[in-house]
């Protein structure tokens, strides 16, 4: 018997296409639900009654919320092909890198896009300082693939984040995430129309 | 050979404690160093160089940072007396309340004692709203040892929220985690003088 797994999503956000991406990976077949974040639906109210967000990953019945612990479980219930290293110190490693770019890192980012042009400069440093340290981490290592950090954001410059670039622009050119992204055009606009609102 | 582990935490610190609690629930043996905040030590910032931050874990030389992460980390490594439950959907909604709490739920609660007057009302109801989604997710289970929300909030009260109140109740009341809590009036006392600066 075949086992049920189904994505809720929403088109653009980075945190359904890691999931999607992570599944996709591992050679997982899923269905994957579209939903429209002005009006959700009553099962992704029923499924993460907290946030009421997507992703929401359904197996066999059962509910996981919060991309990051749905990583988590992907990697746990399907050992194949591992997205995460398999030592424990590197796995920790892994999962320090994922924390500091899902929470530090992108809140300063998503507050240079949200801020009064007056306390634009500010964020603008911070989000910086946030890329440098993850470009100082980059050096001379290899990224664990897994993470969205390539949405094409203005902030990120070969001369300035050299390494982060170009972990970027390896990671936008492995075929299965190319067929994941959405087109970079109609991201953007898609972005900017959010940000207008 | 023995293994070399040792925790750097600071006194009062829930984040310390936490992993303190998981090593001593495991049996792994350890030294503690105890950091003075306000002038670090040059091993914890050499350790912990994003976030500068207590606890970190050394463990055979290498650090392991974020208290979460340390967890994961712990539990991985040390497998005995599990802190996570073993079925991966079990495993998932542990890691969901461990993040609410540390996340939304901490950081509302934080905002009660740091908030200037005129919003403390407004902070108090969403603390209260954090605290009542625990508290229903509680209801009627027992809830995953290894957390620290018990350590003796005004906002607690065993009306308002009897689960929460039990479980904290039964939480302290383990030989463990009397052992390694601080006595509630120094507590109470370091929280006052820190709120006060």
Redesign the interface.
């Known amino acids: 018997m075949g086992e049920e797994v189904k994505v809720f999503g929403a088109w653009g956000s980075p945190f359904s296409s890691k999931v999607e991406l992570a599944l996709r990976l591992k050679g997982v077949l899923y269905d994957y639900i579209e939903e429209d974040l002005n009006n959700k639906s009553s099962l992704l109210l029923q499924y993460n009654p907290?946030y009421k967000k997507v992703p929401v990953l359904l197996?066999n019945g059962?509910s996981?919320?919060?991309s990051?612990?749905?990583l988590?479980?992907i990697e746990?219930?399907w050992k194949a092909y591992p997205i995460l290293p398999q030592d424990?110190?590197d796995?920790?490693m892994a999962?320090?890198w994922v924390?500091?770019i899902d929470g530090k890192c992108s809140s300063a980012i998503r507050k240079v896009a949200f801020s009064p042009e007056e306390e634009r400069e500010k964020a603008v440093e911070e989000a910086c300082e946030c890329l440098k340290?993850v470009e100082s981490a980059l050096n001379g290592k290899k990224f664990f693939g897994g993470d969205t950090i390539g949405m094409g954001l203005e902030l990120l410059s070969s001369e300035k984040f050299p390494n982060l670039f170009k972990w970027t622009d390896d990671f936008v050119s492995c075929s299965i995430v190319t067929e994941l992204l959405p087109p970079r055009d109609k991201l953007v606009a898609h972005i900017k129309a959010h940000l207008s609102k």
């Open positions: 907290v197996h059962k996981i919320t919060e990051i612990i749905i988590e479980y746990e219930t424990p110190n796995k920790a999962r320090f924390n500091f340290t």
